[in-house]
């Protein structure tokens, strides 16, 4: 890590150096102005064909960096848990799964068939595994979740998308920030940073370790990142955006328990991983550069280059999993405006290429006999190597038809191939190639806006998910070349209005997508699944969420919101081994899920706010013969924030989460299956009632 830690200094001192040749000019990023009464209006990501959320025909939550720092800074589930449709389950700050209008709640132990970018970093892997827990919460500056399938853009996740874009220094000259967040259960977390803003460029240096004993036995966590971002060689038509990331994690895991277990003894972790002291533990790696640039008066490009790398390490009660992954791609986009008499329409024209590949294997853990100490490794019992890589080349057309009226369309075309090799035993190798058919995902939209601040559209779009890469696996583990990737259209209609004078808005939308080649994983072993193509499932539903702002009296001013969706999910038709499930709700998603919060903004820079969740029942079985309870959960948060006349400013805060010492399931493993005469373990058992405070200091000189 010091050799890391040094490369980085010195990257860092260079930028420096260079940046400071020029002089400080005035902040790069403007927004509207706005009254204590009004709403800002939100701007959206580049990556789209507007820059406005008014003109995006389709669902797009937006999260501003104040939203996301509503919480304790540690964990994002909160956060994303107060858009409609969106259900992230936590069973540990290592330990998530995100599901999308119902899209991707079967999956067994994490998050898939939904895309993720940091920046232009893709943040999902190519066997389509999403990781985004990783990412320090304090060097994001806004989160967008786009639901549904918008592949003309971002390519396989038939759920959506969720672009984290990274926090950059805009204030002119330099700052500095510390920040700190204890809590409960040993909740610990540091945050250093700096930040420097000249005409020329930018730079963001970020250091943060967060450590927790965890509440559950076997749950001690320590993570730890640096992270440096900005942008060089800025000029008025062009600049370039440099990104790198390490992160350190060693998580002790305490994994699901059955249903007495959930009941009485919660805070017990799964007998064997107790036994065993499993955990993960990974080095990871990220970088990127974009270079942005004005082509033309009507004509702009950004193109991007990634690399990211993780060596990880897992041992489980029945085995211990390593791996070594390392993905490298690119991505163009050119984004233009033509006249069309006194009118004009746009578009974006693009390609990205990604691959990525991993050599590892599976080792026989000892723990039994190591005396108690756990973890023992012995002798390999697997080695696989695989490598695999797509393309996707995406278009689209915004064209207005009338004043009030335009059309936009997109296509998307993607193109996976991958090779799997088994290394080990020598009996069992085998090399295999293997590529899906080209996929076409069209996209078309109606967008009609009555006013500037009022928009209703409508739009149908196809998406797909590739399998993970169990899911293409035989139980022998070579290639079944009878899996498809799962595919369906998106029907959705919906309105945004700023109403009132922006003091509210409201937002609501109606979708129906049916899902074809459903992926089912099936187990086969401990922690062995296999991938059939199973069926249909339904996926239709209502999301709503209104939000507010008053000015009551001066320094005096109540920001309440609501959000709620609700969602009919179903097999439409699924047969598996041989039971036919057609008709039963969909495994792992709540039909129901309401929230919503208050933020009182107090004199002299006091705050107070509260949040509530209420999630329903979720069936945890295809059968539909076991559910969770519905449960609600309420947080509230307390602070004060002051600026000085100096550069100084000064934030405290203090937050209790589960106030009322709710007793729920977290997070559920669908379908599970007891081994050995062992009851099956569906339960991860939410945290009790928790307490934390944070301080920070920030200094602009």
């Known amino acids: 890590m010091n050799n890391k830690i040094t490369l980085i200094c010195f990257f860092f001192t260079f930028i420096i150096s260079y940046a400071q040749q020029k002089t400080i000019t005035d902040s790069i990023n403007k927004y509207p102005q706005t009254n204590a009464n009004q709403l ?135 700052s500095a920030m510390i920040n700190s967040t204890f809590g409960s259960f040993g909740l610990l977390k540091n945050t250093i940073q700096y930040g420097l803003t000249t005409n020329s460029g930018s730079l963001n240096l970020s250091y943060h370790n967060l450590q927790s004993d965890g509440w559950r036995d076997n749950s001690k966590y320590n993570r730890e990142g640096i992270t440096l971002a900005g942008n060089l060689f800025r000029k008025e038509n062009s600049s370039l955006t440099y990104f790198g990331n390490y992160t350190y994690m060693k998580a002790y895991i305490p994994s699901s328990v059955d249903k007495q277990t959930f009941d009485n003894s919660p805070k017990s972790a799964a007998f064997t991983w107790g036994a065993s002291k499993g955990y993960e533990q990974y080095h990871s790696w990220m970088g990127g550069l974009a270079y942005n640039w004005k082509v033309a008066e009507w004509l702009t490009n950004a193109t991007s280059v990634f690399v990211n790398a993780k060596d990880s390490y897992e041992p489980r009660p029945f085995d211990i999993l390593t791996q070594n992954t390392t993905a490298y791609g690119a991505r163009t986009q050119f984004t233009g405006n033509v006249k069309l008499g006194n009118r004009k329409a746009g578009f974006i024209a693009g390609m990205e290429y990604f691959a990525d590949g991993f050599d590892g294997g599976n080792f026989a853990n000892l723990y039994e006999e190591n005396n108690g100490n756990g973890t023992l490794e012995g002798e390999r019992l697997t080695g696989s190597e695989q490598r695999r890589h797509f393309i996707n080349a995406f278009a689209q057309l915004r064209l207005p038809l009338l004043p009030k009226t335009e059309l936009q369309a997109g296509v998307n075309y993607n193109k996976t191939a991958f090779n799997l090799q088994n290394t080990f035993p020598a009996e069992n190798t085998s090399d295999e190639d293997y590529s899906y058919n080209g996929i076409w995902s069209p996209q078309v939209s109606l967008l009609y806006k009555p006013s500037q601040l009022k928009t209703i559209y409508a739009s149908v779009s196809r998406g797909f998910s590739l399998p993970a890469i169990e899911e293409t696996l035989t139980p022998a583990g070579t290639i079944n070349p009878d899996i498809k990737p799962e595919n369906g259209y998106n029907f959705e209609a919906g309105g945004k209005f700023y109403l009132f004078n922006r003091s509210l808005y409201a937002e609501i939308s109606l979708y129906r997508m049916e899902i074809k080649d459903l992926l089912v994983a099936q187990r086969v072993g401990n922690d062995q699944y296999v991938g059939v193509n199973a069926g249909k499932t339904l996926h239709q539903g209502i999301e709503a969420s209104v939000k507010y702002i008053k000015n009551i009296v001066e320094d005096f001013t109540i920001q309440p919101y609501i959000a709620a969706s609700i969602g009919h999910y179903e097999f439409k038709e699924f047969i598996n081994n041989g039971t036919d499930f057609s008709g039963n709700e969909l495994t792992g998603v709540p039909k129901n899920k309401i929230n919503g ?101 920030t200094y602009v000189f």
């Open 597 to 697: 919060g208050i933020t009182l903004g107090l004199p002299l820079g006091f705050y107070i706010s509260g949040d509530y969740y209420f999630t329903g029942k979720i069936p945890l079985n295809d059968a539909n013969s076991l559910y969770t309870d519905s449960y609600s959960i309420l947080n509230t948060k307390a602070g004060w924030a002051y600026k000085t006349n100096f550069g100084l400013s000064m934030m405290v805060s203090a937050g209790i989460n589960n106030m009322a010492n709710t007793h729920y399931a977290s997070m559920v493993l669908v379908n599970a299956t007891g081994f050995n005469g062992a009851s099956p373990r569906y339960y991860y058992p939410g945290m009790p009632v928790n307490y934390y405070s944070n301080i920070g200091l």
């Open 40 to 174: 800002q209006e939100l701007t959206i990501s580049t990556y789209h064909i507007n820059d406005s959320l008014l003109n995006a025909p389709a669902s797009v939550s937006v999260l501003t960096a104040k939203d996301i720092q509503r919480n304790n800074t540690v964990d994002i589930s909160p956060i994303l848990n107060t858009l409609p449709g969106v259900l992230m389950q936590s069973g540990a700050i290592n330990t998530n799964r995100i599901s999308i209008r119902g899209i991707g709640a079967r999956t067994p132990y994490g998050t898939n068939k939904i895309r993720a970018f940091y920046g232009n970093i893709p943040l999902t892997s190519g066997d389509s595994e999403t990781t985004i827990e990783d990412i320090d919460l304090q060097i994001i500056n806004k989160i967008e979740v786009i639901k549904g399938p918008l592949s003309s853009l971002y390519g396989a996740g038939l759920g959506g998308a969720i672009l984290l874009e990274p926090k950059h220094a805009s204030i002119p000259g330099s």
